[in-house]
Structure formats: structure tokens, C-alpha cells
């Protein structure tokens, strides 16, 4: 089992012909991902790597059924392609473009959550779920199946610990990237709620960097639900305050946004939090340990 995706999940892909969308099409559908239409208004082609091209996500809907979308489409009509697919009743929408504006991404997360559907990104890698299926754009031999679910901020850094993880003998469940930016579809608590509910998750990793109070929130969580064991890194220790750093979202501003307040917080949780990546993968095999011994 896994979380959001697996091996049976029908997958659309909202501007899988253009020159980004066609390239990742071709790996995910290598990868085993069934991809059962691309969605490009008014394109001249009928089929793409042998996948049929719709020319809207409700043509899609009507030849198969669509349990998920991935969003490639430019940033000015990102807001259009996750309102068509939440309207039409896709329940999964995953969107990896970059520099959506700020208000269109409040629009997205109030039409997504209205509609039921659940919006990961803007600005993600996607989901991966090891073995099964990818929503993405992550280099999947970085990704080996195994028992470790993820969440992240950072696409680099989730690249970097699942390889770190990978290198280490382990391997993951589920890698969930929720996006840099400020409004960002998903928490931590919403994915973490869905590793502790999942029986092929037996432990978590997140990864969370300077700005805004996701950690905190899921911190808040951790004491009042604790599950699966956790581990933890913080990005971003070294950051000057009221800069952004990178990521849209990453702007520490006051002192509940700084590394050290999010580092507090999560350890007074119970979690088990590291002072970088590499010993992210120690961190596990000790916590995985405890777990299998009588």
C-alpha cells in the first residue's frame, strides 16, 4: 500500500504535450504510471507516447476513469486548469508549475477544498509512490521502495535524503513534495495523518525549512496525536531574518519563523530531529530498530 498514489491510479496530465509536460510523460509512463489522457485545449495531436489527447479534462472523464491530475501547464493559467479539474470531480491535483501568483494560489486552494479535492504544489516535484506509480518530475532511481514516508518543502532536499536513504540499504513508501510556496494546497499534518493511517509507512521523515508556521502546526498535531516515529531537519539554520531564501514561502519574519523556533517545537513534540540530511538515514535505522525488537 501507499498514500494518494499508487499502482492503480488513473493519471491525466494537463499540458502533458508541451515541451516540459511531453518529456516527463514519456519517464512517468516508463515508470509504470498510467497515464490515461493528456489534456491540451485545441491541440492538433490525437495521441502522444501512445496516450490519447483530449481536448478537455471532461473528454478525458468521459473514455476513463481519472483519479488524479498532474499540472503542467504556464503559470497565468494554472488557476483555470486545477478549477476545471476540481469541478470535474478529480480528487487528486498535483501541480508542479512554478511562479503561480500569490492570489491565484489562494483561488486554487479554496476551489480544491470546496470541491473535495486534494491540491499538492504549486511549485512541487509531486509524489512518488516507490515501485507503484510517480506524479512528477523526481529522478525515480533515487527512489527505491521501502518503509520511510516523506514530506517536504524542498524538491532539492527531498531529492537528496530519499538518495541518502537509498544509499543506506533503506527505502521509501511514499515521498510527498507540498511545495515552497507561501500558499501551498496541503500541510504536513494532512500527509502525516495519511503515513500514520498507512500500513506500508513505518516511518516518517519531514523536511521543513525557515518561514510561515507549518512546522509549529504540525508540532501542535504531534502533541496531542502521536503515532510513527519521526524524524526531522530544518533547513535554513544560517538565514538572515526578514529575507526570503529561495522558496516563496521561505521569509522568516518575527521569531516563530526562525530554524531554531521550529527546532524547539518539533522536539518538544517527540520527534527526533537532525542537524543535517546525512544523518537523516542513522536516525532511521535506529528509530526502525526499536520498532522490530520485542
Known sequence: MAILIDGETNVIVQGGTGKQGSFHVKLMKEYGTRIVGLV????????????????????????????????FVPPMACKEAVAEAAY????LIVVITEHVPLHDAIIMKRISNQKGAMLIGPN??????????????????LYRPGVVGIVSRSGTLTHEVSSLINESGQGVSTVVDIGGDMVVGTTFVEIVEMFQQ?????????IGEVGGMK?????????DSPGKPIVT????????????????????????????????????????VVDYPD????????????????
Open 40 to 71: 491540451t485545449p485545441g491541440s492538433r495531436l490525437d495521441s502522444l507516447e501512445g496516450i490519447p489527447v483530449y481536448n478537455s479534462v471532461s473528454d478525458a472523464i468521459k473514455a476513463s476513469r481519472v483519479d488524479a491530475t498532474l499540472v
Open 88 to 91: 470535474n470531480g478529480v480528487k
Open 124 to 141: 512541487t516535484i509531486g509524489v512518488i509512490s516507490a515501485g507503484l506509480c510517480k506524479m512528477g518530475v523526481m529522478p525515480a532511481d
Open 198 to 206: 498507512d500500513p506500508a509507512t513505518e516511518a516518517i521523515g519531514v
Open 215 to 223: 512546522e509549529q502546526d504540525l508540532a501542535s498535531y504531534l502533541k
Open 233 to 272: 531537519y530544518i533547513a535554513g539554520r544560517s538565514a538572515p531574518p526578514e529575507k526570503r531564501m529561495g522558496h516563496a514561502g521561505a521569509l522568516i519574519s518575527g521569531t516563530q519563523a526562525t530554524a531554531e523556533a521550529k527546532v524547539r517545537a518539533l522536539r518538544e513534540a517527540g520527534t527526533t
Open 279 to 294: 544523518q537523516i538515514p542513522a536516525a532511521f535505522s535506529k528509530l526502525l530498530e526499536k520498532i522490530s525488537t520485542p
